[in-house]
């Protein structure tokens, strides 16, 4: 916008300028062209005017003079080489009147294509009032020309200009942005466990916002560090008695025995469970680990269906490249409770789908992720007890043996991966488990 004000005024200045200056050389021309003329006694106009502008000795040059008489005594006609026959218009006085050095200047068309500027005055040549009009005419049409010419070198050299201060301010930006940039690689690098801090080999205006990073990654370690021992202190101390009462109750036999047992089994999965809790969420606060997902469904297929014999288990595998952004362990414990709870409940059809998202508010909130399905003929549940079956130790059907633990683990698992866990009714007519997990960008 600044090179386009400075060219429009420099290009409004230039032909203020041109327009002047060719004024000027007219009015000069007037000058000699009257100083060069004079009367006969017999009252005939008489001179030979030498310009010094070669124009006026060409034909058709557009630079025309001419001397006419005002007064009826004065007799003859003078004009340049130039003008021939031409006969230039005369304005009125009325449209045109003199100013106060009796000089007047207009623009007329002479009919040949030709904008001129006429300078003109009329002089007294002697004692008696005899009067002789004197014009002066240059072709409007070279200083037109000439603007133009100079306003395209104008915009010419501006435009490089300004394509050249464009390209110096790119790089100057693009320069002084290299340590920001170089900080979000660090960001990423760490994000993908290829670096555990900030380098603070900084400039010194963000040098402290990399000190304050790292300060921030070693205290969020501490932090993660010191849950996960105490989480995993705990289960180390509540292992042994645990295993007591397991075997107490396996000794005192019976409803009370096989009570202890059921509920001695289901402190140790939570415990079981809360340390894989822990395990995860140091994981993801460090290193982002990478398991192919197709593998590992394959193989829950394949030690599902040793299983489960009676069932039969199909694969629909619309992605074959997924790559899960966490540890394989996590992934199979996630698919072999679906699995366990599909094969508890399925008749003899089990199908998995492993595909790109879905269009729906849970997968758009993942920057990248992949969709894995499980469905069964079973069943099924009714749309209300949905939400019920995964609230922690709820049981919607006591016939079949098992905690009420299972998809509450399941999706706690999921969502520590920042993922989500849906249940639908199945094509297949039993239940459909849709499960969102983060995706390796590749």
Same mark, same amino acid.
């Given at each position: 916008?600044?090179?386009?004000?400075?060219?429009?005024?420099?290009q409004?200045?230039?032909?203020d300028?041109?327009?002047?200056?060719?004024q000027?050389?007219l009015?000069a021309?007037?000058?000699?062209?009257?100083g060069?003329?004079s009367?006969?006694?017999?009252g005939?106009?008489h001179?030979?005017?030498? %310009?010094?502008e070669?124009?006026y000795a060409?034909?058709?040059?557009g630079w025309? !003079?001419?001397v006419?008489? @005002?007064?009826?005594? @004065?007799?003859?006609h003078?004009g340049s080489?130039s003008l021939?026959?031409?006969?230039?218009p005369v304005?009125?006085?009325?449209?045109?009147?003199f100013?106060?050095?009796?000089?007047?200047?207009?623009?007329v068309d002479?009919?040949?294509?030709e904008?001129?500027?006429? @300078?003109?005055?009329e002089? @007294?040549?002697?004692?008696t009032?005899?009067?002789a009009?004197f014009?002066?005419?240059?072709n409007?049409?070279?200083?037109?020309?000439?603007?133009?010419?100079?306003?395209?070198? %104008?915009?010419?050299?501006l435009?490089?200009?300004?394509?050249?201060s464009?390209?110096?301010?790119a =790089?100057?930006?693009?320069?002084?942005?290299?340590?920001?940039?170089?900080v979000r690689?660090t960001l990423a690098?760490i994000r993908?466990?290829?670096?555990?801090?900030?380098? =603070?080999?900084?400039?010194?205006?963000? =040098?402290?916002?990399?000190?304050e990073m790292?300060?921030?990654?070693?205290?969020n370690?501490?932090?993660?560090?010191?849950s996960?021992t105490?989480?995993?202190?705990?289960?180390?101390s509540?292992?042994?008695?645990?295993?007591v009462?397991?075997?107490?109750?396996?000794n005192i036999?019976?409803?009370?025995?096989?009570l202890?047992?059921?509920?001695?089994?289901?402190?140790?999965v939570?415990?079981?469970?809360?340390l894989?809790?822990a395990?995860?969420?140091?994981?993801?606060?460090?290193v982002?680990?990478r398991?192919?997902?197709?593998?590992?469904?394959?193989?829950?297929?394949?030690? +599902?269906?040793?299983?489960?014999?009676?069932?039969?288990?199909?694969?629909?595998?619309?992605f074959?490249?997924?790559?899960f952004?966490?540890?394989?362990?996590d992934?199979?414990?996630?698919?072999?409770?679906?699995?366990?709870? =599909?094969?508890? !409940?399925?008749?003899?059809?089990?199908h998995?789908?492993?595909?790109?998202?879905?269009? +729906?508010?849970a997968?758009?909130?993942? $920057?990248?992720?992949?969709?894995?399905?499980?469905?069964?003929?079973g069943a099924?549940?009714?749309g209300?007890?949905m939400a019920?079956a995964?609230?922690r130790?709820?049981r919607?059907?006591?016939?079949?043996?098992?905690t009420?633990?299972?998809?509450?683990?399941?999706q706690?698992?999921?969502?520590?991966?920042?993922?989500?866990?849906?249940? $639908?009714?199945?094509s297949?007519?039993?239940?459909?488990?849709?499960?969102?997990?983060p %995706?390796?960008?590749?």
């Open positions: 916008m600044a090179l386009v004000v400075v060219a429009t005024l420099i409004s200045l230039y032909q300028a041109a327009e002047r200056s060719f000027r050389l009015s021309h007037l000058y000699s062209l009257v060069a003329v009367l006969t006694p017999e005939v106009l001179g030979r005017p030498e %310009l010094g070669i124009r060409s034909a058709d040059s025309y !003079w001419s006419d008489p @005002v007064s009826p005594s @004065v007799q003859g003078l080489v021939g026959t031409k006969d230039i304005k009125s006085v009325a449209e045109e009147p100013d106060q050095s009796f000089m007047r200047s207009y623009v002479s009919g040949h294509d904008e001129l500027s006429v @300078v003109e005055t002089v @007294v040549l002697d004692s009032d005899k009067i009009r014009r002066v005419m240059g409007l049409n070279e200083v037109k020309e000439e603007v133009s010419d100079f306003r395209n070198r %104008l915009y010419l050299y435009g490089l200009f300004g394509l050249g464009i390209l110096i301010n =790089a100057i930006i693009l320069f002084g942005l290299r340590p920001l940039d170089h690689r690098d993908e466990g290829r670096s555990n801090r900030v380098d =603070a080999d900084l400039p010194l205006e963000i =040098a402290p916002l990399a000190q790292n300060a921030l990654i070693e205290n370690h501490r932090i993660v560090e010191r996960r105490q989480v995993g202190n705990l289960a180390h509540l292992k042994t008695p645990l295993s009462l397991m075997n107490e109750g396996r036999g019976g409803r009370q025995g096989k202890v047992v059921e509920q001695s089994d289901a402190m140790q939570q415990i079981q469970h809360y894989q809790r395990r995860v969420a140091a994981q993801r606060d460090s982002v680990f398991a192919p997902v197709s593998p590992v469904l394959e193989r829950m297929i394949r030690v +599902t269906s040793k299983l489960n014999p009676h069932l039969k288990i199909t694969f629909s595998n619309q074959q490249n997924a790559i952004a966490g540890e394989k362990e992934l199979e414990e996630i698919i072999g409770n679906i699995m366990e709870n =599909a094969a508890k !409940w399925g008749r003899s059809k089990i998995l789908t492993l595909r790109h998202p879905q269009k +729906t508010l997968s758009e909130e993942l $920057n990248a992720a992949f969709e894995i399905v499980i469905e069964d003929d099924g549940l009714p209300d007890k019920e995964l609230k130790g709820k919607i059907d006591e016939s079949k043996p098992g009420g633990l299972g998809l509450a683990i399941v706690d698992t999921v969502r520590e991966y920042g993922g989500y866990l849906s249940l $639908n009714k199945a297949l007519g039993g239940l459909a488990v849709q499960i969102t997990l %995706l390796v960008e590749s």
